[in-house]
């Protein structure tokens, strides 16, 4: 089989992309704040954006000066905390951005009647993070070095954390179409940096045309927009806004 | 107490593993960390999803076999055949017009959120304006329109790309790039009559189809955003600020007109010649800083094929006052066209500091930046800008003071000094942190206020400690305090092995950095670790040679050299000492102590070695640097060379020192002061580069700026330096012929200070008794010198027998005052044989010839001088050679030739002083001739006029 007629029919993704209603419908978020009362679908949501996002809150807290221990600690009580209480009421009243809800909910933990009700939850020991995925990212520690106040740090590394998880989903895709090679030499392509390889390096890697390969790298960057909307889009209120979020995280990166 | 705080030769290394800057991204500039996702740029990987919103446009093709056909989606009447480019503003496509089944490119402009119905009404009146224009040269525009909240214009498709792409693959000859700009030009006026202004010309605007034709595109376009006068929303539009104009960057738009497209038109043909935009700071912040405070680096020391016309009219282009600039395209393009037929251009070299004098004092900068970055930084967060504006910046710099030597043996004291030389040079590689250099942190040997030191350098921490050595053991202690509260914000001690002195001053080296939080690319983490020898012994000889060069590296060459020699014979591998090896040669042959072919050939192996040990390594290429300077008179090859050293010494004040003074003998004195003035800010109180600044501006007759320089220079000197007390003196002496001050200055060292410290200020001391016509006194002072340290004038090194000789005429013995020029003459003739093509040695012969009345060959001598040697081969040394012949023409009758040469000597940048020619005998032949006593008063200070 010709190499290019390997990518022309690219990747198995073609479905993903044109099946399903819209997004927004089930955006986590959106499930979240809808949830009129006890609703196991905005629980296993909240859980869910949890677990993509505590690493920016976390990063959060070692900026505050916070050793590795207690700075784990803080964080899993937190989520341990939210997740329990939900607070959907105030919640609801925020109806604002999952990213800013979290860092003020996390700030109003820091007080001293949310670190009360912690020291409880804590001896009973729930980790909703589980421990050895923490462990796994014990490399991640702010930098020393770094001057950007605590807000800052939180939100860059909210934009890391959300394009990693884009990212992720992107190469899982790939990889369950055969083609995670296809992955390694597009994703060199996508911020279009002078001095990463050509296109026609590219294919001259992967031994494709270079029609193929602009065909199979406008299919990729489609949609890695298209999940990365999807994913911003599980973060907000109303589909209005994720295009006002992409740019804000942008602005908060280029800072 | 830390015992044996690290293992020898171990990186040190103790903090935890950390988020890292991995690398600088090539597009934006942004730091990349270890935990980016993909090792990707999070910032540029973001963006690439701007612009489009997967579900309006795109439906994905059906797999259709042959990709060059297979449909995108529609939009509207256009089936989006193919993306052929996107940017900011938006995406292109190659698409059909259904109903004209024609093929055509298609922008669309997804504006978002912030593109009101205004700014969609206004786009369109501009574009449909654009569409008006007939002319090759522009890209014709077919339809513009509105669809589902995007803007869109369909324009004739120009099979071939962008200019940017197109050169990137094949770079442009220099006549090419002239001829391609001159044809835009002339669109471009072409538009402006009628009334349409582009606004955003640059290399991604004009294309160039199969022929290589340009064509410009997206006229007006940059006018969408603009009128909300918002920074933030231009850059967003325009992407990066690297082209823009001055009157853009600061949203001043009603100074936005024609000259604004001279300006971007004068950008992309610098983008051509040099293959560099005229201002990239890694910051859009940095940018418009650099865009609005500094002048662009001068095309021909990218390129210097460049020819200097061009050079000139490209910066007149890029001039920051719109008045400056070419009054309109056409003038320029008539000008470039002029340069390709090699007639003579209209631009005129600017140069010097007036150059944007008028428009800065109608703009002061400050007032600029505000205006620019409160518009950025309302998209940023005000609080990330703010420490950058506030006054006074108290850096996060650093000063590392003199180690205090505790060692019971005096000879130790050259360890200590290493110790501290060492950690200091180690600190200076970390381009994210300001550090003193070592000439300026040395007075405060034994001073004890740090607030103090903070403020009079201007740094927030002061390194400092004392060391001990006793046989193999050494004892260190170091502190950090923070100048701004007085607290320690580190201290630690250590007790080990000789052995294990490299680590330890690697470890202090980190903790510092650590402490200032710095951050630390990987090659200078590697910087800091690396020992500089295994051998101890060769150390200490390299740590001796350092001092002497610290203490009057003129005096002590033959000892330096020496000394470097034995280290890297111990240790061929030894990097630091081949580079220290190779400029004290270069030293030694600049300064005229031996200027012959042999001691190059002995710092190019030097070179060589420190290439071979250390490939790549910046000080290896600012030796280099040095090397094309003081041994070839190769200033564009020096200067390239320290380009290259300056990646990996970012904070060091010599790089930009040399920088200054290549700059400085190549005629380029605003450029010269520029890289002068940021060596000073490194090196605050190096009195060399202070009073280089303070000559400059003097050669230029800028008084008040002279004073403040030398001023500043008399207060950074240290106090035991005698020049401390002889450049205020010498101020009076040459500005205002005024000798008694240095006449006291001298006799008051004479009675305080050592014999030796007398011989070295003879010179000083010949000077002023020449002019105070006490013959003994210069007697005894020439007595003092020896044949090498004797000189006419600055630069033009003579011998005993030619003063000899001036001191018999003024005696009236003219038996004797031959036979002591015909003494001078048969040394200087051995001189100029040694090296037949050195001006100054021709020059010196030509004054000992005039001296013998000798016309012919003076008058031939003192031109041959100045051939091999013309002002613009040495913009300083050159000059003087013109004052030189001046005054062999003055010594030989021919008064004619001697004003004609003494007017071109005090055209600035000025070679002759006015004191020197008020009061000194050498001059005494033209004295009561009408033009010379002209030329003095015209030098003479104000209130004497």
């Given at each position: 089989m010709p190499a290019d007629d390997k990518v022309s029919s690219p990747t198995g993704l073609n479905g993903i992309t044109q099946t399903g209603p819209s997004p927004f419908v089930t955006t986590r978020w959106s499930v979240v704040l809808a949830a009129q009362e006890e609703s196991p679908a905005a629980e296993e949501a909240l859980d869910n954006l949890c677990r993509i996002y505590w690493k920016p809150l976390y990063a959060f807290v070692r900026r505050q000066g916070l050793n590795r221990d207690d700075a784990r600690d803080l964080t899993q009580g937190f989520f341990a905390l939210l997740l329990e209480r939900r607070d959907l009421e105030s919640l609801r009243k925020e109806k604002g951005r999952f990213r800013s809800y979290l860092l003020t909910a996390f700030k109003h933990f820091l007080t001293d009647e949310w670190r009360r009700a912690m020291a409880i939850k804590r001896g009973k020991g729930q980790k909703p993070i589980p421990l050895d995925e923490m462990g796994a990212e014990e490399r991640i520690e702010v930098m020393p070095v770094d001057r950007a106040t605590p807000e800052l740090i939180y939100e860059r590394r909210w934009a890391s954390a959300l394009l990693e998880r884009v990212l992720n989903r992107l190469k899982e895709e790939y990889r369950a179409a055969g083609t995670t090679q296809l992955f390694d030499a597009l994703k060199q392509l996508l911020p279009d940096e002078p001095g990463a390889p050509s296109q026609a390096e590219v294919g001259q890697l992967l031994g494709m045309r270079a029609n193929a390969v602009r065909q199979a790298f406008y299919r990729f960057r489609q949609r890695y927009q298209s999940l990365l909307r999807e994913e911003i889009a599980h973060t907000v209120a109303s589909p209005g806004e994720v295009e006002d979020e992409l740019r804000h995280l942008i602005t908060i990166v280029r800072a | 107490m830390k015992s044996c705080a690290v293992p020898s030769g171990e990186p040190v290394r103790d903090s935890p593993a950390v988020i890292r800057i991995i690398r600088i991204c090539r597009k934006c500039g942004g730091k990349i960390f270890s935990d980016a996702p993909e090792g990707l740029c999070t910032g540029c990987v973001l963006e690439a999803a701007l612009g489009m919103s997967p579900e309006s446009e795109v439906a994905d093709g059906s797999g259709s076999a042959t990709p060059a056909t297979t449909s995108l989606g529609e939009f509207g009447d256009y089936e989006l055949l193919e993306e052929i480019g996107r940017g900011g503003q938006g995406i292109v496509f190659r698409a059909r017009q259904k109903n004209l089944n024609r093929v055509v490119a298609l922008k669309v402009i997804g504006l978002g959120q912030w593109a009101t119905k205004a700014h969609l009404r206004r786009f369109r009146r501009e574009a449909e304006a654009a569409a008006r224009l007939d002319h090759p040269g522009i890209v014709p525009i077919y339809e513009v329109g509105e669809r589902d909240g995007s803007c869109y214009f369909s324009m004739k498709l120009i099979e071939g790309g962008q200019l940017d792409e197109?050169?990137?693959?094949?770079?442009?000859?220099?006549?090419?790039?002239?001829?391609?700009?001159?044809?835009i030009a002339r669109t471009v006026h072409h538009a402006h009559e009628f009334g349409i202004i582009h606004r955003d010309i640059k290399p991604g605007n004009v294309l160039l189809d199969t022929q290589g034709q340009p064509h410009l595109t997206d006229f007006g376009l940059a006018r969408l955003v603009e009128a909300d006068s918002t920074v933030t929303r231009t850059l967003e539009v325009m992407g990066?600020?690297?082209?823009?104009?001055?009157?853009?960057?600061?949203?001043?738009?009603?100074?936005v007109g024609r000259a604004t497209d001279v300006y971007g038109l004068g950008a992309v043909l610098y983008q051509l010649l040099t293959g560099h935009p005229p201002f990239a700071g890694g910051t859009t912040y940095e940018t418009i800083k650099l865009l609005l405070e500094t002048e662009p680096r001068p095309p021909r020391l990218w390129n210097r094929k460049i020819d200097r016309d061009l050079s000139t009219i490209c910066l007149k282009c890029l001039e920051k006052d719109p008045a400056r600039r070419y009054s309109s395209a056409l003038a320029l393009a008539e000008d470039l066209e002029h340069w390709l037929k090699h007639e003579p251009v209209a631009a005129r070299r600017t140069g010097l500091v007036t150059r944007s004098t008028k428009w800065m004092r109608r703009n002061p900068t400050s007032a600029l930046l505000a205006a620019a970055l409160v518009a950025l930084a309302t998209a940023v967060g005000w609080n990330l800008w703010k420490s950058e504006l506030s006054q006074p910046p108290l850096t996060t710099g650093i000063a590392v003071l003199p180690f205090e030597n505790l060692s019971e043996q005096k000879e130790n004291a050259a360890f200590v000094d290493g110790l501290q030389d060492d950690i200091l040079t180690k600190l200076a590689k970390i381009a994210d942190l300001k550090v003193i250099s070592r000439t300026s942190v040395m007075e405060y040997r034994a001073q004890q206020n740090v607030r103090r030191i903070g403020q009079a350098l201007r740094v927030s921490h002061?390194?400092?400690?004392?060391?001990?050595?006793n046989g193999n053991k050494i004892h260190v202690n170091a502190q950090l305090i923070d100048t701004r509260s007085d607290t320690h914000a580190w201290a630690e001690q250590y007790d080990c092995d000789w052995n294990d002195l490299f680590a330890i001053q690697s470890e202090i080296a980190q903790k510092v950095a650590e402490q200032l939080r710095a951050r630390l690319s990987s090659s200078e983490q590697l910087a800091i670790e690396r020992k500089p020898t295994s051998d101890l012994v060769a150390y200490d000889l390299y740590s001796r040679a350092i001092a002497l060069i610290q203490q009057d590296e003129a005096a002590n060459g033959p000892k330096i050299i020496d000394l470097l020699n034995q280290a890297v014979t111990r240790d061929p591998s030894f990097f630091e000492a081949y580079c220290q090896l190779a400029a004290a040669h270069d030293a030694v042959y600049f300064d005229d102590r031996d200027h012959t072919p042999a001691r190059l050939t002995k710092a190019r192996a030097a070179i060589q070695n420190a290439f071979r040990t250390r490939p790549n390594a910046g000080e290896a290429h600012l030796a280099q640097a040095l090397h094309l300077y003081k041994g070839y008179r190769d200033y564009d090859g020096a200067l390239a060379e320290l380009e290259v050293a300056r990646q990996t010494l970012p904070n060091d004040a010599r790089v930009f020192r040399l920088m200054g003074s290549i700059q400085r003998r190549d005629g380029h004195f605003a450029e010269a002061i520029q890289d002068l003035q940021r060596a000073a800010e490194l090196d605050p109180r190096d009195p060399v580069?202070?009073?280089?600044?303070?000559?400059?501006?003097?050669?230029?007759?800028?008084?008040?700026?002279?004073?403040?320089?030398?001023?500043?220079?008399?207060?950074?000197?240290?106090?035991?330096?005698?020049?401390?007390?002889?450049?205020?003196?010498?101020?009076?002496?040459?500005?205002?012929?005024?000798?008694?001050?240095?006449?006291?200055?001298?006799?008051?060292?004479?009675?305080?200070?050592?014999?030796?410290?007398?011989?070295?200020?003879?010179?000083?001391?010949?000077?002023?008794?020449?002019?105070?016509?006490?013959?003994?006194?210069?007697?005894?002072?020439?007595?003092?010198?020896?044949?090498?340290?004797?000189?006419?004038?600055?630069?033009?090194?003579?011998?005993?027998g030619f003063f000899e000789g001036l001191f018999a005429r003024m005696e009236k013995d003219e038996q004797r005052a031959q036979?002591?020029?015909?003494?001078?003459?048969?040394?200087?003739?051995?001189?100029?044989?040694?090296?037949?093509?050195?001006?100054?040695?021709?020059?010196?012969?030509?004054?000992?010839?005039?001296?013998?009345?000798?016309?012919?060959?003076?008058?031939?001598?003192?031109?041959?001088?100045?051939?091999?040697?013309?002002?613009e081969k040495d913009a300083i040394l050159g000059k003087v050679l013109v004052r030189n012949l001046a005054l062999i023409a003055a010594w030989v009758g021919?008064?004619?030739?001697?004003?004609?040469?003494?007017?071109?000597?005090?055209?600035?940048?000025?070679?002759?002083?006015?004191?020197?020619?008020?009061?000194?005998p050498l001059w005494d032949p033209l004295r009561r001739d009408p033009r010379f006593e002209k030329i003095v008063a015209s030098l003479a200070p104000k209130e004497h006029r």
């Open positions: - | 197109v050169v990137r693959r094949a770079p442009l000859s220099i006549r090419l790039a002239a001829k391609l700009i001159a044809q990066t600020p690297s082209y823009m104009a001055p009157e853009q960057a600061t949203g001043n738009n009603a100074d002061v390194l400092e400690g004392s060391a001990s050595r580069t202070l009073n280089t600044v303070s000559y400059i501006h003097r050669q230029f007759g800028r008084i008040a700026e002279a004073r403040m320089w030398l001023d500043r220079a008399v207060a950074g000197a240290r106090s035991d330096d005698v020049y401390k007390q002889l450049a205020l003196p010498d101020w009076e002496l040459d500005m205002n012929a005024d000798p008694r001050p240095m006449h006291q200055a001298i006799a008051s060292i004479r009675a305080t200070r050592p014999a030796a410290v007398w011989t070295s200020i003879a010179n000083f001391r010949l000077d002023c008794a020449l002019d105070e016509r006490d013959i003994a006194a210069a007697k005894e002072a020439l007595r003092a010198l020896r044949d090498d340290e004797i000189a006419v004038g600055p630069q033009i090194q003579i011998n005993h036979r002591e020029f015909a003494a001078a003459r048969a040394e200087q003739k051995k001189v100029v044989q040694a090296q037949p093509e050195f001006g100054p040695a021709w020059g010196a012969l030509g004054l000992i010839d005039a001296g013998l009345g000798r016309k012919e060959d003076a008058l031939r001598e003192g031109r041959r001088a100045l051939e091999l040697l013309p002002p021919e008064r004619d030739l001697a004003c004609e040469q003494l007017a071109i000597a005090i055209a600035p940048p000025q070679s002759v002083t006015y004191g020197a020619l008020k009061l000194s």
